[in-house]
Nanobody
Framework: QVQLVESGGGLVQAGGSLRLSCAASGRTFSRYAMSWFRQAPGKEREFVAGLTWSGSRTYYADSVRGRFTISRDNAKNTVYLQMNSLKPEDTAVYYC???????????????????WGQGTQVTVSS
């Protein structure tokens, strides 16, 4: 079992920044890939960013590449999402997810993930 708890969401003006955190407990955190997804009202949940077990390789959706940075601290069992130059279209509930069957490239298909956090709301005002 893995428990994931997100934090760091909030309301920010366009152009601003937020840092999301996802604290994990349970199975050995350093052995599996982690990702962030988001879901806006009326839309499907979509892949935002992911990284390998070591954090040495990262992957981003085209819509956030160059603005968002995903990272992890395995000593703290935490994955982060630094979000800069935020836009109103980034408004969504952000979820972290764990694929405990994968140490390498994180899948972009949400159905391949085993565990999810409860989500944290990010609202970007124009």
């Amino acid at each position: 079992q893995v428990q994931l708890v997100e934090s760091g969401g909030g309301l920010v003006q366009a152009g601003g920044s937020l840092r999301l955190s996802c604290a994990a407990s349970g199975r050995t955190f350093s052995r599996y890939a982690m990702s962030w997804f988001r879901q806006a009202p009326g839309k499907e949940r979509e892949f935002v960013a992911g990284l390998t077990w070591s954090g040495s390789r990262t992957y981003y959706a085209d819509s956030v590449r160059g603005r968002f940075t995903i990272s992890r601290d395995n000593a703290k069992n935490t994955v982060y999402l630094q979000m800069n130059s935020l836009k109103p279209e980034d408004t969504a509930v952000y979820y972290c997810a764990a694929d405990v069957g994968t140490a390498g490239v994180p899948p972009i298909n949400l159905y391949e993930y085993d565990y999810w956090g409860q989500g944290t709301q990010v609202t970007v005002s124009s």
